[in-house]
């Protein structure tokens, strides 16, 4: 119907307002901007990640990329480009891509929330575990890629071999 809107529920909560007491039990370094964005320091086997966490209200949506600390030369954003399709493939939530002003590769994932009062603490603590996760997992085939000169379908197959134990 023209002019016709449906009101949406309002929030339990603001998602940010849960993502930062999921930040402050893992002691992670963070700074809230406002009621929309934040920024979090995350310690990971490879390297510190940067999460970023926005919230729209007009979409009702909220933004999560998990960024590493790497930068992609532009003669490697080729080769990169295909190791991220190889990648995005074997993904069941998110998607890769590079941050294309930066050269930074990350994480990303977009979570819509209309017509419900909000996350749940375990949902984004999900979505965090698996950002980090799967940066975990797939680090080693960027860097495979951008500086020991193998092809992004080595890169990813090194990636996915599951190793049992530690040396």
């Keep these: 119907m023209k002019g016709f809107e449906i009101p949406y529920p309002s929030l339990a909560a603001n ?5 930062e007491e999921i930040v402050l039990d893992k002691n992670w370094v963070f700074d809230r901007r406002g009621d929309k964005e934040m920024a979090v320091q995350a310690p990971g ?8 966490i926005a919230w729209n209200t007009d979409m009702r949506a909220m933004h999560f990329t998990c960024a590493f600390d790497m930068r992609v030369p532009a003669k490697k954003r080729a080769p990169v480009r295909e190791l991220l399709a190889l990648i995005n493939e074997k993904l069941w939530l998110g998607h890769f ?15 819509p929330l209309r017509g419900v009062q909000g996350p749940s603490q375990e949902q984004l603590e999900d979505l ?3 950002a980090i996760a799967e940066c975990e ?6 860097q495979y890629v951008i500086w020991g000169g193998r092809t992004p379908e080595d890169a990813v197959s090194a990636a996915m071999v599951d190793t049992l134990g530690e040396a």
Excluded: K, N, Q
């Design 15 to 19: 998602p940010l307002d849960i993502f």
């Design 45 to 52: 086997r490879w390297c510190d990640y940067s999460l970023f």
């Design 97 to 111: 891509g590079v941050w294309e002003d930066e050269g930074l590769p990350m994480f990303r994932h977009a979570l």
């Design 128 to 130: 965090v575990d698996t």
């Design 137 to 142: 997992r797939f680090y080693p085939a960027f």
